[in-house]
T-cell receptor, first 113, second 109 residues
Framework: EAQVTQNPRYLITVTGKKLTVTCSQN?????MSWYRQDPGLGLRQIYY???????DKGDVPEGYKVSRKEKRNFPLILESPSPNQTSLYFC????????????FGQGTRLTVV | EDQVTQSPEALRLQEGESSSLNCSYT??????LFWYRQDPGKGPEFLFT???AGEEKEKERLKATLTKKESFLHITAPKPEDSATYLC??????????FGTGTRLTVIP
């Protein structure tokens, strides 16, 4: 079954404690991306990757890092989380450049206190 | 500035009552317009791609249409299982999508 898997689904952490949200896809897609979803603001792209070792900033990259060492994995790293990063995060993958017709993961609800 | 606006924010329909959701956009160089469905607690699920004005796509009770400035998602004789948030997204540049804030649809039995 085609899937994008994120872990964890829920996370509560404290300000400044580094964390990683993992994302893995089994469809051999080259394009992957991370979004955050906030009430009234919709989905906003954080980072995207067009292929292994190729990543670039989206619309709201501040405070986040990513890496793409393997095609299937695209982790999101928050080196020093702050309360304004409390949000619902989605990883997505697509066979098409630009992320169109993407498959999304189930989401990670992050709370930073 | 690229912008995607969806209306209404929320819509309540009786089962069987047809209606339309709107997505208006201002982007330079539209490469595609996409509709997604999002159920509570889940990631968005892709529904349709539209590329050019006049294009239409259908799936079960849903039909998406595109003009030069907006897209409509028509829902014919909706059922309670059609209740969800419907998201519109546009691809303007080569590498990213802009999403609207969605329309939350509730279909009452």
């Amino acid at each position: 079954e085609a899937q994008v898997t994120q872990n964890p689904r829920y996370l509560i952490t404290v300000t400044g404690k580094k964390l990683t949200v993992t994302c893995s896809q089994n469809m051999n897609h080259e394009y992957m991306s991370w979004y955050r979803q906030d009430p009234g603001l919709g989905l906003r792209q954080i980072y995207y990757s067009m292929n292994v070792e190729v990543t670039d900033k989206g619309d709201v990259p501040e405070g986040y890092k990513v890496s793409r060492k393997e095609k299937r994995n695209f982790p999101l790293i928050l080196e020093s989380p702050s309360p304004n990063q409390t949000s619902l995060y989605f990883c997505a993958s697509s066979i098409r450049q630009g992320g169109a017709e993407a498959f999304f993961g189930q989401g990670t609800r992050l709370t930073v206190v | 500035e690229d912008q995607v606006t969806q209306s209404p924010e929320a819509l309540r329909l009786q089962e069987g009552e047809s209606s339309s959701l709107n997505c208006s956009y201002t982007v330079s160089g539209l490469r595609g317009l996409f509709w997604y469905r999002q159920d509570p607690g889940k990631g968005p699920e892709f529904l349709f791609t539209l590329y050019s004005a006049g294009e239409e796509k259908e799936k079960e009770r849903l039909k998406a249409t595109l003009t030069k400035k907006e897209s409509f998602l028509h829902i014919t004789a909706p059922k309670p299982e059609d209740s969800a948030t419907y998201l519109c997204a546009v691809q303007a540049g080569a590498n990213n999508l802009f999403f609207g804030t969605g329309t939350r649809l509730t279909v009452i039995p």
